[in-house]
């Protein structure tokens, strides 16, 4: 609304409309000075919402994102798979509050079951990584604040994914539940997630907890089918075979009196939780943190193909398979990462462990 104003006031006006307009101009450098420098950071932010089954090789993976610096952790989102959901939740509090970061992530729990069939009956003591996932290993000190996990799971993710539209990478590691049902409840994700990187699946029709299904696509067949059926954009998946080759594998001297020889909280919790399911020959088989580190480190994956690709539902012998579309090769959205560069994976490895 416009007042009719004194002649006095108008010369007072004149001059305080000078030093508005001085205070202006400087708020407009400082404005697009700061606009500059926030457009750099998010231009090099690299957003991910991390799903997990942990795990073990899940909090490896995790820990590398989390001290990676361009890569922010919008979210964690847990799903049943290498035990139920609630221990999830747990072994990943365990690993936040390790490094304080507990209050600032948020930890969401995910589904509990398969989509449509049950799940084969197991006893969850005979997990390779005991009931809990975290072996069974009693530890010392507070207990993981169990209150900080939270159930508004998919409508968070759906949040998080609509106000970083084309920005957030979702890092699958575990079952694909939660994406599945992302995707069928909020179509809309399906195009806003920038990219998939999944651990799991075989290239090779190689299994490992059926003959020809490996552990997290066997988990739940119709979410990964789902998920590599509705996602429109392109999918990175680190296989069972490339996880498993002799390159990317290490011993257990290594691991325990190399990689595990420090005082950083993270790896002395990791290191019964990985000592006690090993037998002697057994070898240390990272997954999670291969297809963490192909996606921070792109450079260090040395051998990648792509194809079309599909899930078996209906096979006898074949349920959870992921399956090639060998004779179109070079074509097609999914990404098969078929080996990465040994030496440095090592080096970030013992980078990690250094922290
Ligand atoms: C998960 O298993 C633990 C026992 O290991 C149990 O206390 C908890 O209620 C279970 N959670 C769910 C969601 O089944
Ligand atoms: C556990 O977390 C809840 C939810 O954030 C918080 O209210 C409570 O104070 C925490 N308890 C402890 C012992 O830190
Ligand atoms: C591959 O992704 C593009 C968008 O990046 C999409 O238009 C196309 O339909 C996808 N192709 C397949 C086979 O899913
Ligand atoms: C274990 O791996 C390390 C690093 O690759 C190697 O130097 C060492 O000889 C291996 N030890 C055994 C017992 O295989
Ligand atoms: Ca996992």
Same mark, same amino acid.
């Given at each position: ?163 970083? *539209? &084309? ?6 590691? %575990?079952? $694909? +539940?939660?994406?599945? =049902? ?5 179509? #809309? ?116 193909? *792509? &194809? ?6 209906? %096979?006898? $012998? +074949?349920?959870?398979? =992921? ?5 179109? #090769? ?26």
């Amino acid at each position: 609304m416009w007042c009719r104003t004194s002649i006095k006031n108008q010369t007072m006006e004149r001059v305080s409309l000078f030093a508005l307009l001085l205070t202006a101009l400087a708020l407009v450098l400082v404005i697009s000075t700061n606009a500059k420098s926030a457009a750099n950071n998010i231009a090099s932010i690299r957003r991910v919402i991390v799903d997990v089954d942990a795990g073990p090789d899940d909090a490896w993976a995790v820990y590398h994102l989390l001290e990676t610096p361009d890569v922010h952790i919008e979210a964690i989102s847990c799903v049943r798979g290498n035990t139920n959901v609630t221990n999830v939740g747990r072994n990943v509090l365990r690993i936040l509050t390790a490094v304080g970061k507990e209050s600032e992530i948020p930890v969401y729990l995910g589904s509990n079951e398969r989509l449509i069939t049950p799940a084969p009956v197991v006893d969850p003591d005979s997990m390779f990584f005991g009931s809990d996932g975290f072996s069974d290993v009693i530890f010392e000190g507070s207990h993981p604040n169990m209150s900080l996990l939270r159930s508004d799971t998919l409508s968070e993710l759906y949040k998080l994914i609509n106000l970083y *539209r &084309y920005e957030i990478s979702y890092i699958s590691l %575990g079952p $694909l +539940t939660n994406l599945a =049902l992302l995707f069928k409840v909020y179509p #809309e994700t399906r195009e806003w997630i920038k990219d998939v990187h999944i651990m799991g699946g075989n290239r090779h029709g190689v299994g490992n907890t059926q003959n020809a299904a490996e552990f997290n696509f066997f988990g739940d067949p119709e979410a990964a089918n789902i998920v590599i059926n509705n996602y429109l954009g392109s999918i990175n998946i680190l296989p069972w075979e490339t996880a498993s080759k002799d390159s990317l594998v290490m011993n257990q001297t290594w691991r325990f009196d190399v990689l595990g020889k420090t005082s950083n909280p993270v790896v002395q919790i990791l290191n019964p939780v990985e000592r006690k399911p090993l037998g002697p020959e057994d070898n240390w088989m990272p997954c999670d943190v291969l297809v963490a580190m192909s996606f921070t480190h792109p450079e260090l994956v040395t051998e990648r193909k *792509r &194809y079309r690709a599909d899930v078996e539902l209906h %096979g006898w $012998l +074949t349920r959870g398979q =992921l399956v090639l579309d060998h004779a179109n #090769e070079g074509t097609g959205n999914v990404t098969i990462i078929d080996n990465m560069d040994t030496a440095g994976v090592v080096e970030k490895l013992i980078d990690l462990a250094s922290v």
